[in-house]
């Protein structure tokens, strides 16, 4: 097990009502990223957060934006939420954003279903 | 928990044998690979990483290949055993990215038979 933790666990919403999500970074990693992975697929990156500012982002639109705070925790917000969006998303965090250490340890993630 | 398995290529092993999952990249840019464990119900197990300048690696019964030429990656489980039965996604890294952006492939079913 990592020592990265998300809540909640499970989360059901409806469509057009938004969501946040939580995550707390291994001990001693400075970088946050999110990814959401539909059923069946791997991974996609949402976006990375460094020093409390955005430091990259993937092919997502921008009701999904994010935060992170002075302890690297970090929040995922999603607005107007789709069908689309049901997925389980995956906080990892890292030493780094681009250096020698690159390793990326994954929390369990959240499973979010939109009706 | 969750099923990440559905729609993947499967891979079915005899327990003890040895297993090969591969891996066909896409970006001649890349130059750090990863390969992830991914059990139901849980996130991606970091199990064994490469950079693009080694073509093989060896951790404790996985090894990486690595084929630049033809963008190929491969992991190998010695002696597999039911517990390596999982979802396994290899994960590339485009160099010079200023984020540390993995893209993941589609994942590929192991399932180990007792």
């Known amino acids: 097990e990592t020592g990265v933790t998300q809540s909640p666990t499970h989360l059901i919403k409806t469509r057009g009502q938004q969501v946040t999500l939580r995550c707390s970074s291994q001990?001693?990693?400075?970088?946050v990223s999110w990814y959401q992975q539909a059923l069946g697929q791997g991974p996609q990156f949402i976006f990375q957060?460094?020093?409390?500012?955005?430091?990259g982002r993937g092919n997502f639109p921008p009701r999904f934006s994010g935060l992170q705070f002075p302890n690297y925790s970090s929040e995922l917000n999603v607005n107007a939420l789709e069908l689309d969006d049901s997925a389980l998303y995956l906080c990892?965090?890292?030493?780094?954003?681009?250096?020698?250490?690159?390793?990326?340890?994954f929390g369990p993630g959240t499973r979010l279903t939109v009706t | 928990g969750e099923n990440v398995g559905l729609h993947l290529p499967t891979l079915s092993v005899q327990e003890g044998d040895n297993s090969i999952i591969n891996c066909a990249y896409s970006?001649?840019?890349?130059?750090?690979f990863i390969w992830y464990k991914q059990e139901s119900g849980k996130g991606p197990q970091f199990i064994i990483d490469?950079?693009?300048?080694?073509d093989k690696r060896q951790g404790q019964r996985v090894t990486v290949l690595l084929n630049k030429t033809v963008k190929h990656l491969s992991l190998q489980i010695a002696a597999t055993q039911p517990g390596d039965s999982a979802v396994y996604f290899c994960?590339?890294?485009?160099?010079?990215?200023?984020?540390?952006?993995?893209?993941f492939g589609k994942g590929t079913k192991l399932s180990v038979i007792p």
């Open positions: 990892a965090s890292s030493r780094d954003p681009a250096g020698t250490n690159y390793e990326q340890y």
């Open positions: 001990s001693g990693h400075n970088t």
């Open positions: 957060y460094y020093r409390e500012e955005e430091n």
């Open positions: 970006n001649s840019a890349s130059d750090y």
């Open positions: 490469i950079r693009s300048n080694m």
């Open positions: 994960a590339e890294r485009e160099a010079g990215a200023g984020s540390y952006q993995l893209t």
